[in-house]
């Protein structure tokens, strides 16, 4: 099964509701418990110099074509099913590669069931998203196929008291989809190309007015040939208003356990302040802060942050790419500090820019021919346009210009990016 069959059996949902809904009974209608999702997101892409380095000219001139269709049936008010077929396909025009239809597979599969057994706690079974905060640490289930495969294949309890959630969940991610695929091509999907397994709590406490108090422990078992990872995660964030037009969040989160044998213990959080003011245009400032701790290369401890489920691009578009320079993986967030300014413009309603600048740095040295002596990764630019079209179609046009600091060697040349993107929905 290919991408251009999801129109067709799109359409063929549409009968399909449409017939149920004629010979429905008199009544509460399926229509009401029965709503068909459907999503288009066709995006344009060039990127510059991605290895800082103009003597291989390594650039990238492609098109993402995100392609998602869905149904949500919700036979009763506590109880929702929820399943969508997902396909994102990307052909390229520099390198000029054979255009092939990627893979398609059912990013959700779950059922929510609600006031289990008559209490205010709830069960979520199956292929599901799983967010907590901004991502820090749990978003991101599947690390290698982008926007595609964000999804977690768990089981997560909520437990809902008046002022506070805990969540409980287990989670298992293959090195490829073994369940829900329409055309399997053998992708690997995590960075390591192994399987993922997981068990973590999460609690959420809203007593202090308007504030709210995070903390978490994850346990997590990275099953490779090389290296093994077997991880301990515990953090804690805090987030609200400062005062009446300064907002606040605040995270941190501490690691150990082993790779490879080897001990481990790595630190990461971050800390940022918005401060909006009510005048025209509603412009908003934003600074913020963000470590990531190395790994000293002279000792036997890994000392370096491990992302967990967070390799997805929560900062920006081209320093991700960049990572994978010195990692191998794209957005693995380690061995980092920076130090981010961002102004947002709402232009009007409907439309809206953000300018940015971030002051990038590592903690420990890299060795090889690509890197320097110095701690200054570089200075990363960037401007994001975005537009509402109709209330079912938004575009967005950006682009980032990055400058390499002493970190890496003197021949390190600027690396840049461009994206244009319009979606339709609904």
Known sequence: MNKFLII???????????????????????????????????????????????????????????????????????????????????????????????????????????KVLGTPHSLTIGRQEIKYGEGFIIFDGIAKAGLLTNYFDAVKGSLNFSKTTVDIFITRQPKEDEFLVI??????????????????????????????????????????????????????????????????????????????????????????????????????????????????????????????YSTYNKYDNLYPYLLALDYGSISYWTNLQQLRLIGTLSLTKKQSLELSYAYLLANQHIRGARYGSGYTRGSLFGIDYKIKLTPNIDARAFTEYFIPGNFYSDGADPASMFRFEIGYKF
Do not use: C
């Not at 709210?212 to 078992?221: A, R, V």
């Not at 989160?253 to 790779?259: K, N, S």
């Open 183 to 308: 055309n399997s091509l053998h992708k690997p999907l995590n960075r390591n190309l192994g399987t993922m397994q997981a068990a973590g709590i999460y609690l959420v406490n809203k007593s202090l007015d308007k504030h709210q108090l995070d903390t978490y422990y994850l346990y997590s078992h990275e099953m490779t040939n090389s290296p093994k990872v077997e991880l301990n995660t515990i953090g804690f964030r805090a987030s609200g208003p400062l005062a009446e037009k300064i907002d606040y969040a605040f995270e941190i989160a501490r690691q150990i356990g082993e790779t490879d044998n080897n001990p481990k213990a790595a630190l990461g959080g971050l800390a940022h302040l918005t401060y909006k003011l009510p005048i025209k245009y509603s412009p908003a400032i934003k600074l913020e802060y963000d470590y990531f701790s190395g790994d000293d290369p002279d000792t036997a401890k890994d000392e370096g942050w491990d992302p967990v």
């Open 8 to 114: 067709p059996l799109f359409f063929g949902l549409i009968f399909t509701k449409s017939a149920i809904f004629g010979i429905a009974e008199a009544g509460e209608s399926l229509e009401s418990k029965l709503r068909l999702t459907f999503e288009e997101r066709i995006r344009w892409t060039d990127r510059h110099e991605l290895d800082l380095d103009t003597d291989t000219g390594k650039n990238l001139d492609y098109m993402e074509i995100l392609t998602r269709v869905g149904v949500v049936f919700t036979p009763d008010e506590n109880t929702t099913f929820s399943a969508r077929m997902a396909n994102d396909n990307r052909p390229y025009f520099q390198p000029k590669t054979r255009y092939e239809i990627d893979e398609v597979i059912f990013d959700k599969f779950y059922l929510k069931l609600d």
